[in-house]
């Protein structure tokens, strides 16, 4: 019943920004924490950043800091990812995940803690 779609991937250049957009259908973003995965061929999945519920707390990976931001738009029941200078080692399908729980920073970049997934959007850095 749940619903959860990723949006705004493409092909940019080294520099360029993109961003991406979680929306979600059949239930309320702002009783899920939300998490940005990303995973490149033949490497792991890896956690790139998190907005928490209630709060709105944030994390992000060392090597997003400064370039990436999170944030939600509850009125819009969605949840953004900006990316900004971007980088040809951030080529990856971003993946959006949602969990109804509060996440600390422990944990937030475990996708395993993450029960909803999106189906993934490619991101392209090409030099």
């Known amino acids: 019943q749940l619903q959860f779609v990723e949006s705004g991937g493409g092909l940019v250049q080294p520099g360029g920004s993109l961003r991406l957009s979680c929306a979600a259908s059949?239930?309320?973003?702002?009783?899920?924490?939300i998490g940005w995965f990303r995973q490149a061929p033949g490497k792991e999945r890896e956690g790139v950043s998190c907005?928490?519920?209630?709060?709105?707390?944030?994390y992000y990976a060392d090597s997003v800091k400064g370039r990436f931001t999170i944030s939600r738009d509850a009125a819009k029941n969605r949840v953004y990812l900006q990316m900004n200078n971007l980088k040809p080692e951030d080529t990856a399908v971003y993946y959006c995940?949602?969990?109804?729980?509060?996440?600390?920073?422990?944990?937030?970049?475990?996708?395993?803690?993450?029960?909803?997934w999106g189906q993934g959007t490619q991101v392209t850095v090409s030099s």
């Open positions: 059949g239930f309320t973003l702002a009783y899920y924490s």
């Open positions: 907005i928490n519920r209630s709060d709105d707390s944030t």
């Open positions: 995940a949602a969990v109804a729980k509060y996440l600390y920073g422990s944990f937030w970049y475990n996708s395993y803690e993450y029960n909803y």
